[in-house]
Every structure is written in C-alpha cells, then in structure tokens.
C-alpha cells in the first residue's frame, strides 16, 4: 500500500535513451553549423563555396546521421 504524500517518477525512456537522444541532437546541430556560411559579403558577387564538398555531401549526411540516431532513441527498448 502507498502512503498518499509518496509520488513514483516514471520516466517514459530509460537513461541510456536519452544519452542517445542527446547524442543524436547534437550531430544534428553540428551538420547544420557545417552547412552554415558560404555566403558572399556583396550580392553582386557570387561566392562558389555555396557549393563545397562538405557543404553539399558531408553536412546533409551528417544531419541524417544524427536523425538516424535519435530515432534509434526513441524505439530502443528498455531493459525493464
């Protein structure tokens, strides 16, 4: 039996979760800084880094790396 003033927190994830949610928040936010800039300081004049190899291939793959992971995050089950 429970006493009244006793609350139980139940988590909906477990913590290894959650290490993984952060993980994969945090590769996501590092794929958009690495898409970020390219741009030119005149608009008259355009800037080929728009087009560079890590803004193009690398960033987007790193983003969807880290979309990968934290949807792993979300469907690990836990060990209870």
Do not use: C, H
Request: proline share 2%.
């Amino acid at each position: 039996m429970m006493k009244n003033n006793e609350q139980t927190t139940d988590f909906l994830f477990d913590k290894v979760n959650y290490k993984f949610l952060l993980i994969g928040i945090a590769v996501i936010a590092v794929g958009f800084i690495l898409m970020a800039g390219g741009g030119s300081d005149d608009p008259k004049v355009f800037n080929e880094d728009v087009f560079s190899f890590m803004r193009i291939r690398i960033a987007p793959t790193t983003v969807l790396i880290g979309f990968g992971i934290t949807i792993y995050s979300i469907f690990k089950k836990s060990a209870k």
